[in-house]
């Protein structure tokens, strides 16, 4: 049972735009939900949190929004640069489970 | 300098033979993880520690074994039983509590002859 689902594969965005990146999940144990960026044949690494007691974490260009009653979370990335193109993992904090990942392209 | 090391960077297994992935961290990290990635795929872990001489299966246990004989190392085997080997294997390391990231290795890609 996949406990977190990202039901979008890929999402393609102009540059300057506003990405988005969707990641609903089922275990209402999850303490914090993570976001994590992949480059190809790397190990990912971690870009940006959220506790579930708040429903918005801002760093910089990303923000990330928690609604607890649909159990769903949403990474925006604004504006969306090039350099952002990778792969896109959210991961529920309870034993580290992760979503299949979004691959983000962001076209000059 | 602090970090997650795996090793090797390839690996080639014969048909019915026993490899043994290595992952070392020096962060002193409590919990380890193994996750595998097939192309275009999310990761699943395999296995997990939260401390030394413990670990959990995760998702896709059957046809591999770990151990923890060492805060810094959480070796991950992949046996003959394992049918499917061919993927790309993460290895990372945290600290239980709150708000707490994952670090993660650079990664295995495991290949079978």
């Known amino acids: 049972d996949q406990q977190v689902k990202q039901n979008s594969p890929s999402l393609s965005v102009q540059e300057g735009r506003i990405s988005i990146l969707n990641c609903d999940y089922t275990?209402?144990?999850?303490?914090?939900f993570l976001w994590y960026k992949k480059y190809p044949a790397e190990g990912p690494t971690f870009l940006i949190s959220?506790?579930?007691?708040?429903d918005k974490n801002e760093d910089g260009r990303f923000t990330v929004f928690l609604n607890k009653s649909a159990k769903h979370l949403s990474l925006h990335i604004v504006p969306s640069q090039p350099g952002d193109s990778a792969v896109y993992f959210c991961a529920g904090y309870d034993d580290m489970r992760f979503g299949a990942g979004t691959r983000l392209t962001v076209k000059p | 300098d602090g970090g997650i090391t795996q090793s090797p960077k390839y690996l080639f297994r014969k048909e019915g033979q026993n490899v043994t992935l290595s992952c070392e961290q020096n962060l002193n990290h409590d919990a380890m993880y193994w996750y595998r990635q097939d192309p275009g795929q999310g990761l699943r872990l395999i296995y997990y520690s939260q401390i030394v001489n413990d670990f959990q299966k995760g998702d896709i246990a059957e046809g591999y074994s770990v151990s923890r004989e060492k805060k810094e190392s959480f070796p991950l085997t992949v046996t003959s039983a394992q049918k499917n080997p061919t993927a790309f294997y993460l290895c990372?390391?945290?600290?239980?509590?709150?708000?707490?990231?994952?670090?993660f290795g650079s990664g295995t890609q495991l290949s079978v002859l």
């Open positions: 275990n209402s144990m999850f303490d914090y």
């Open positions: 959220i506790s579930s007691i708040k």
């Open positions: 990372a390391s945290g600290n239980r509590g709150s708000n707490e990231k994952l670090f």
